[in-house]
């Protein structure tokens, strides 16, 4: 597109040719901050991943594994944040790779990215009902359905949706501010008082071993109920390592809606991968330090909560501090699952505002708020159906550690990462294309180029971790049926995106000519 076509476009977005626009200039850096980072859910993180990372992964070097995945991740970020200065659009990816690859590639890849962030809602309700469950079994010593817990996060996520995006916003930044600073205060705990029964562990995060698989018997002949420790797989600590990543990328999701995105999204992106990264190997670290290295690798395959609120107690006073760790886990899962679901409307609304049979419904904003209402109330509607869906469907779906935890949490979070690891590769092909292929824009060979291509080779050979371990990445699901399509869902969702925008290129070429304008007039490029 010529300079003197960007510009036009720019005047047609910026001048109101979008009725159903999302508000811009409604929150600012701190606000698209807090929002990226809750989607990655700090404590959320620490206490569903890092002790599957630990009892079934690579064991104390699954510290080494945070670090790993924050120099991936911060290769693919440089790239990323590069189309970013110059591309605002809420469905991130899927304009990236339109504007570098094609709208072929970024229809069928931005499917692919819908998906996941569609599925990452629900399987953060998952998580939030096994810990709303354990928490009120602590609290109040009743058994709550986790269906009930589930369907009532499901409404309150759906009102937040709905309502001005600065009111999410606020929220998540209180919520993250408490978790933060609670993570904070136990790891510091830790490393002042020197360590636990053996010492600080430095061994946890040297990076060779984010690749050694725990040993059976964790390697110090570990037994539970007279049986040693099964043996793990380096993969799986190194795959929930980047799961608990997924959603800083966010950041570019509410360019749109941000102040002034060339500068916000950038910093932002950075700011979260990096300070996520640092955040997430210490925290981490200081946890199997402060339990010891026997302690972190049996409550990992026994007592996953209570491998950090007892740590918490013991450290920082009690009871009260455990309720209160309790507490946050609880809110922070929640505030993750509201996080993941304005990312998800927002990307169903962009797809939704480019197809002529959407534009009035999922393309549509709400005439006060801003906000995309219908994308967000569809978005609900599926988080509530795979919520039944395990209920009802898993065997002895009704227990919440089985129902909620490992199949609806475990399984979604294997099949939206997955997906999203890929479309990442992608939009690596797609920085460099942009900027050396097509040559919007000059690019830096070595960050439009080298490190992209280094970012993209990083997270395909996580995918291929996976796929390689896949059987024991799925745990006590390994023989569902819905584990076993994971694979083959994500490769259809991405067939079927290809093959429908192939065929209206070929079938209505009219339209597929202005579906194109259209990212290029509202995701429009900014100098």
């Given at each position: 597109m010529s300079t003197q076509e960007h510009d036009t476009a720019r005047e047609r977005a910026d001048g109101g040719g979008h009725r159903h626009a999302l508000k811009a200039g409604a929150i600012g850096l701190g606000s698209v901050l807090f929002i990226a980072v809750a989607n990655a859910a700090p404590i959320t993180a620490m206490t569903g991943n890092t002790p599957i990372a630990i009892g079934y992964g690579n064991g104390i070097g699954a510290p080494a594994g945070f670090l790993v995945a924050t120099i991936v991740l911060t290769l693919f970020t440089i790239g990323f944040i590069s189309m970013a200065r110059h591309i605002t659009t809420a469905g991130a990816f899927y304009g990236f790779i339109t504007h570098g690859l094609g709208q072929v590639w970024g229809m069928a890849s931005g499917a692919l990215a819908t998906m996941a962030y569609v599925v990452f809602e629900g399987s953060l309700i998952g998580i939030f009902s096994y810990f709303g469950n354990s928490a009120l079994n602590r609290w109040f010593d009743i058994d709550v359905n986790w269906l009930i817990i589930a369907i009532g996060g499901i409404i309150v996520i759906g009102l937040f949706g709905y309502f001005d995006i600065s009111i999410a916003a606020t929220f998540l930044g209180i919520t993250l501010i408490a978790e933060v600073v609670l993570l904070l205060a136990l790891a510091l705990s830790v490393l002042f008082s020197g360590g636990g029964p053996d010492g600080m562990v430095p061994e946890a995060v040297n990076p060779l071993n984010a690749f050694k698989s725990l040993e059976t018997g964790g390697g110090m002949g570990l037994e539970i109920d007279g049986t040693a420790i099964a043996a793990g797989s380096a993969a799986i600590g190194v795959f929930f390592a980047f799961w608990s990543w997924v959603g800083f990328e966010t950041t570019a999701v509410y360019g749109e809606e941000s102040r002034n995105p060339r500068h916000i999204v950038p910093r932002a992106t950075l700011i979260a991968v990096i300070g996520l990264g640092t955040f997430y190997t210490f925290v981490s670290w200081m946890m199997i330090a402060g339990n010891g290295k026997a302690t972190a690798i049996e409550k990992s395959n026994t007592d996953s909560i209570g491998l950090w609120v007892d740590l918490a107690e013991d450290k920082l006073g009690g009871s009260f501090i455990g309720d209160i760790y309790l507490f946050l886990i609880v809110v922070g899962s929640f505030a993750c699952g509201l996080a993941f679901h304005t990312a998800a409307s927002r990307y169903i609304y962009a797809i939704g505002r480019e197809l002529p049979l959407t534009a009035g419904t999922l393309g549509r904003t709400h005439g006060t708020h801003g906000t995309p209402h219908v994308a967000s109330l569809v978005q609900s509607a599926?988080?509530?159906?795979?919520?039944?869906?395990?209920?009802?469907?898993?065997?002895?779906?009704?227990?919440?550690?089985?129902?909620?935890?490992?199949?609806?949490?475990?399984?979604?979070?294997?099949?939206?990462?997955?997906?999203?690891?890929?479309?990442?590769a992608i939009t690596c092909l797609a920085v460099i294309w942009y900027f050396h292929v097509k040559k919007v824009h000059p690019g830096n060979l070595l960050t439009t180029g080298l490190i992209p291509a280094l970012g993209g080779i990083g997270m395909l050979f996580v995918v291929w971790l996976l796929i390689d371990n896949i059987d024991f990445a799925g745990g006590l699901a390994a023989e569902s049926a819905f584990f076993k399509l994971i694979p083959w869902l994500v490769i259809g969702i991405f067939v079927v995106g290809l093959l429908a925008v192939l065929a209206l290129r070929s079938r209505s070429p009219e339209v597929y000519r202005k579906i194109g304008r259209t990212v290029f007039e509202e995701a429009h490029e900014r100098k």
């Open positions: 599926i988080t509530l159906v795979f919520t039944l869906g395990f209920f009802v469907l898993t065997p002895d779906g009704n227990d919440p550690f089985t129902g909620a935890y490992v199949f609806q949490y475990g399984l979604l979070a294997i099949l939206g990462t997955m997906a999203i690891l890929i479309v990442q």
